[in-house]
């Protein structure tokens, strides 16, 4: 494969051989060297990566080219400093790697081809990341791990607090790098507030943010003075800022900011002034975008050439020795690109999956079966939930819990009563009003060896960081090869039927966009000896197999007693030390004419509706789903075979909701006997009498049933 010459490249060999000696040289510090090689390994992965793509060996790469200057930070802080980095912080990644004795370039170029041998994702995306060097894989192209920074940076003196063991050292910061276009997200925002918020109240939180600004968001320009002003606005949040032209300055800043951070446990932001070459990735064609004249006016600001001026100024190297250094790197990482592409990528879907949701049913059942329940009177769903908390908290001092709420109120429905009082504010406390932020949170103190157990007080109130759990949280097991997880259990108050206090935001049905989340489990207990057991073994799932556990919980169930009659009190139930296995339903009632599959508020009403049925000559199986991913698709087909027909009494909208998926597990196992499905209207849920209007009810159920049974 032939040379290709390139316009940045060239001016920079001039500008390197144009170098004079000094007349009097310069003192510089031994990092230069260190930076030197970094910055200029980092250049030459870049146009390895376009190399490769020109002969259809590799596939889409996002360049550090004009930000080298990060090399800088990496060596202004430690290496057991957990990262979390930009797409564009190679440099940073390499001059971590060389400081461990690590190839980096090679990891680099494993992760251009997508090899299977490449070391942290296996080939699964292009990332940056080692478990060696405590970088932790991020995948998104936007700033959405920046609240799994502050939630790390948070844990890491938590865990000193409470004398909890940590993968990262007592005095460690977080390193947290996002691009200024970034900056202007809603995450981005989220976790530069939580930070303020956080040292406003002079709490522990030793982040260092590096905003690496180059002006562009792909081909958008940020208005000159924004990210200053941005950065500069929130209180407690220290701000510096350094030019990544002059290294000198990055790393002087860098070391004292580091150093500030990590003795005063407080947040702090370097603005670190960059450019960008070579266009922002793949085939983006800059020429469209910007004239040639601005292209060629930052040549200039090379940061490789900066630190070429403080080699040679010190008298250390001549320009035509970092000239041919540079042309010597060209073929050395050159020669590592060809060897990575002779490694096999992935070649089958098990393989890729392989660290997507692992399972170890024994040990979880062993985990899940030590935790004790108190008491042994009749509990309401409320209460279950909160004895399966206070069981969980006592058996697994890494649990926390946290949300809006839920610390000395204990949780608008008092779910979370008195758990603050017992454990203390260090393991159940109350956060700012964001959901973002609480998700973020856990997803930091997770991978830091927390069994986080957050509280989202609505359904609907999810939507508003969904992205937290399906970018974030669903993805760290499979883009590290299960290096890193960050399992969790986030328990969110849902569905309808709420009386008295309601409307779209109080009661929501919208389960679809969890469903479709690959490898999380979602358990939705009904009954309160359920939901004790259910949170035992999702705590043992998160804790052993890094699972992300979201547990759904009836909101219109939570305070019900009766199930029949007035003062019957069949909802109630004594909390038992028995397991329920992830995906495992439970069956009511032995009918044989049909079963009345469902979960939730449906469960209440299924049973409700069998009584009727009965009096009718109707005898029905109910089966309790009580997880909705995975499903459990033997126990329904075990069911299904032993009735012959099958109604799936489905809360949710009728459009995405959970009878789809039921449906067509049965179809898919090739059962042949009659089935139905009756669901809430395809509707948001409005306030007062007129939710009835659309949510789904016993009498509809019930003539569903009759009509299937003809």
């Given at each position: 494969?032939?040379?290709?010459?390139?316009?940045?490249?060239?001016?920079?060999?001039?500008?390197l051989?144009?170098?004079?000696?000094?007349?009097?040289?310069?003192?510089?510090?031994?990092?230069?060297?260190a930076?030197?090689?970094?910055?200029?390994?980092?250049?030459?992965?870049?146009?390895?990566?376009?190399?490769?793509?020109?002969?259809?060996?590799?596939?889409?790469?996002?360049?550090?080219?004009?930000?080298?200057s990060?090399?800088?930070?990496?060596?202004?802080?430690?290496?057991?400093d957990?990262?979390?980095?930009?797409?564009?912080?190679?440099?940073?990644?390499?001059?971590?790697?060389?400081?461990?004795?690590?190839?980096?370039?090679?990891?680099?170029m494993?992760?251009?081809?997508?090899?299977?041998?490449?070391?942290?994702?296996?080939?699964?995306?292009?990332?940056?990341?080692?478990?060696?060097?405590?970088?932790i894989?991020?995948?998104?192209?936007?700033?959405?791990?920046?609240?799994?920074?502050?939630?790390?940076?948070?844990?890491?003196?938590?865990?000193?607090?409470?004398?909890?063991?940590?993968?990262?050292?007592?005095?460690?910061?977080?390193?947290?790098?996002?691009?200024?276009?970034?900056?202007?997200?809603a995450t981005?925002?989220?976790?530069?507030?939580?930070?303020?918020?956080?040292?406003?109240?002079?709490?522990?939180?030793?982040i260092?943010?590096?905003?690496?600004?180059?002006?562009?968001?792909?081909?958008?320009?940020?208005?000159?003075?924004?990210?200053?002003?941005?950065?500069?606005?929130?209180?407690?949040?220290?701000?510096?800022?350094?030019?990544?032209?002059d290294?000198?300055?990055?790393?002087?800043?860098?070391?004292?900011?580091?150093?500030?951070?990590?003795?005063?446990?407080?947040?702090?932001?370097?603005?670190?002034?960059?450019?960008?070459?070579?266009?922002?990735?793949?085939?983006?064609?800059?020429?469209?975008?910007?004239?040639p004249?601005?292209?060629?006016?930052?040549?200039?600001?090379?940061?490789?050439?900066?630190?070429?001026?403080?080699?040679?100024?010190?008298?250390?190297h001549?320009?035509?020795?970092?000239?041919a250094?540079?042309e010597?790197?060209?073929?050395r990482?050159?020669?590592?690109?060809?060897?990575?592409?002779?490694?096999?990528?992935?070649?089958?879907?098990?393989?890729?999956?392989?660290?997507?949701?692992?399972?170890?049913?024994?040990?979880?059942?062993?985990?899940?079966?030590?935790?004790?329940?108190?008491?042994?009177?009749?509990?309401?769903?409320?209460?279950?939930?909160?004895?399966?908390?206070?069981?969980?908290?006592?058996?697994?001092?890494?649990?926390?819990?946290?949300?809006?709420?839920?610390?000395?109120?204990?949780?608008?429905?008092?779910?979370?009563?008195?758990?603050?009082?017992?454990?203390g504010?260090?393991?159940?406390?109350?956060?700012?009003?964001?959901?973002?932020?609480?998700?973020?949170?856990?997803?930091?103190?997770?991978?830091?060896?927390?069994?986080p157990?957050?509280?989202?007080?609505?359904?609907?109130?999810?939507?508003?960081?969904?992205d937290?759990?399906?970018?974030?949280?669903?993805?760290?097991?499979f883009?590290?090869?299960?290096?890193?997880?960050?399992?969790?259990?986030?328990?969110?108050?849902?569905?309808?039927?709420?009386?008295?206090?309601?409307?779209?935001?109080?009661?929501?049905?919208?389960?679809?966009?969890?469903?479709?989340?690959?490898?999380?489990?979602?358990?939705?207990?009904?009954?309160?000896?359920?939901?004790?057991?259910?949170?035992?073994?999702?705590?043992?799932?998160?804790?052993?197999?890094?699972?992300?556990?979201?547990?759904?919980?009836?909101?219109?169930?939570?305070?019900?007693?009766?199930?029949?009659?007035?003062?019957?009190?069949?909802?109630?139930?004594?909390?038992?030390?028995?397991?329920?296995?992830?995906g495992?339903?439970?069956?009511?009632?032995?009918?044989?004419?049909?079963?009345?599959?469902?979960?939730?508020?449906?469960?209440?009403?299924?049973?409700?509706?069998?009584?009727?049925?009965?009096?009718?000559?109707v005898?029905?199986?109910?089966?309790?789903?009580?997880?909705?991913?995975?499903?459990?698709?033997?126990?329904?087909?075990?069911?299904?075979?032993?009735?012959?027909?099958?109604?799936?009494?489905?809360?949710?909208?009728?459009?995405?909701?959970?009878?789809?998926?039921?449906?067509?597990?049965?179809?898919?196992?090739?059962?042949?006997?009659r089935?139905?499905?009756?669901a809430?209207?395809?509707?948001?849920?409005?306030?007062?009498?007129?939710?009835?209007?659309?949510?789904?009810?016993?009498?509809?159920?019930?003539?569903?049933?009759?009509?299937?049974?003809?």
């Open positions: 494969m032939a040379v290709e010459s390139d316009p940045v490249e060239e001016h920079l060999l001039e500008s051989r144009a170098l004079a000696p000094p007349s009097m040289p310069v003192l510089v510090p031994s990092e230069a060297e930076i030197w090689q970094a910055q200029v390994d980092s250049r030459q992965t870049d146009y390895a990566a376009r190399w490769l793509g020109q002969h259809g060996r590799t596939f889409y790469t996002i360049g550090s080219a004009g930000h080298e990060n090399a800088a930070v990496a060596l202004a802080v430690r290496i057991g957990p990262a979390l980095l930009h797409y564009r912080s190679a440099a940073f990644y390499l001059a971590r790697a060389a400081q461990a004795g690590i190839d980096g370039v090679r990891d680099l494993l992760g251009v081809v997508a090899a299977a041998a490449e070391p942290i994702a296996g080939g699964r995306h292009k990332v940056f990341g080692r478990k060696e060097l405590s970088v894989p991020m995948t998104s192209t936007i700033a959405s791990h920046l609240p799994r920074g502050v939630g790390m940076a948070l844990a890491i003196d938590r865990a000193t607090r409470l004398e909890l063991p940590c993968p990262w050292a007592r005095d460690a910061i977080v390193l947290c790098s996002f691009g200024d276009a970034s900056l202007n997200h981005a925002q989220a976790a530069l507030n939580t930070a303020a918020h956080s040292a406003f109240q002079h709490l522990p939180l030793p260092l943010f590096l905003c690496e600004d180059n002006g562009l968001g792909i081909s958008v320009p940020t208005p000159p003075g924004w990210a200053e002003a941005l950065l500069r606005s929130r209180p407690a949040v220290r701000y510096e800022y350094a030019d990544g032209s290294p000198a300055e990055v790393l002087d800043v860098s070391r004292g900011l580091a150093s500030w951070v990590r003795g005063e446990r407080k947040p702090a932001v370097l603005h670190l002034r960059t450019v960008r070459y070579l266009s922002h990735a793949g085939a983006d064609a800059e020429i469209a975008y910007r004239t004249r601005a292209i060629r006016a930052d040549f200039d600001r090379d940061p490789i050439l900066a630190t070429a001026r403080w080699l040679v100024a010190s008298g250390r001549s320009g035509e020795e970092l000239a250094d540079y010597a790197a060209r073929g990482v050159r020669a590592k690109a060809l060897e990575a592409t002779k490694h096999a990528q992935m070649t089958s879907a098990e393989q890729v999956m392989s660290p997507l949701a692992p399972r170890s049913p024994g040990t979880v059942a062993l985990r899940a079966g030590a935790v004790r329940f108190e008491g042994a009177e009749p509990l309401t769903l409320a209460q279950a939930i909160n004895a399966g908390l206070a069981a969980v908290l006592e058996r697994h001092p890494e649990a926390l819990v946290f949300g809006e709420d839920v610390a000395i109120k204990g949780g608008v429905y008092g779910v979370t009563r008195g758990l603050h009082a017992r454990f504010a260090g393991r159940v406390f109350d956060t700012l009003l964001d959901e973002t932020s609480i998700l973020g949170l856990a997803l930091g103190a997770a991978v830091s060896g927390f069994l157990i957050p509280e989202i007080q609505y359904l609907a109130y999810l939507h508003n960081a969904e937290q759990l399906r970018g974030e949280a669903s993805t760290l097991q883009f590290s090869h299960g290096q890193y997880r960050n399992g969790m259990v986030i328990r969110i108050a849902g569905y309808g039927y709420q009386r008295g206090f309601g409307g779209h935001f109080h009661n929501d049905d919208a389960v679809g966009v969890l469903r479709d989340i690959p490898g999380i489990v979602i358990a939705s207990p009904s009954r309160p000896d359920d939901a004790a057991a259910m949170l035992a073994t999702c705590a043992a799932a998160a804790s052993v197999d890094g699972s992300v556990c979201v547990f759904l919980e009836p909101i219109a169930l939570y305070h019900t007693r009766d199930l029949y009659e007035n003062d019957d009190d069949a909802w109630c139930s004594a909390l038992a030390d028995e397991h329920v296995p992830v495992a339903a439970r069956s009511y009632l032995d009918g044989d004419d049909l079963a009345l599959v469902t979960w939730g508020n449906g469960l209440h009403m299924s049973l409700r509706v069998a009584r009727r049925l009965a009096m009718r000559g005898s029905a199986l109910v089966v309790d789903l009580r997880w909705l991913a995975p499903l459990p698709v033997d126990d329904i087909l075990a069911a299904a075979r032993a009735t012959g027909r099958v109604l799936v009494v489905d809360e949710t909208r009728r459009t995405g909701g959970v009878s789809e998926g039921v449906l067509a597990a049965l179809i898919d196992a090739g059962f042949d006997g089935l139905a499905r009756v809430s209207k395809d509707s948001f849920v409005p306030l007062g009498d007129a939710a009835r209007l659309v949510l789904l009810s016993e009498d509809e159920i019930e003539e569903a049933a009759l009509r299937l049974v003809g």
